[in-house]
């Protein structure tokens, strides 16, 4: 839980900034409805995994951290 802002409220923050201009955000999260995907990707989330699949969350942060 984040007390103060959500996911989407902290992704759109970080991508309005210059200064993490670059920084790729994976959205790791218990709300995984298309919904829920399509507002991460409304707001820049550069990947989108539900969260309790470590598997697949590896899968997705591989090619991110060969960058």
Do not use: C, W
Not at 21 to 26: A, E, L, M, Q, T
Not at 44 to 50: E, I, T
Request: cysteine-free.
């Amino acid at each position: 839980e984040m007390p103060e802002m959500d996911g989407y409220v902290l992704t759109k923050l970080i991508k309005s900034d210059v200064r993490f201009k670059g920084i790729p955000v994976i959205m790791h999260s218990s709300l995984s409805s298309n919904a829920n995907k399509a507002m991460g990707s409304s707001v820049g989330v550069d990947a989108y995994v539900a969260k309790f699949d470590p598997a697949i969350l590896a899968e997705t942060l591989i090619p991110f951290l060969q960058r």
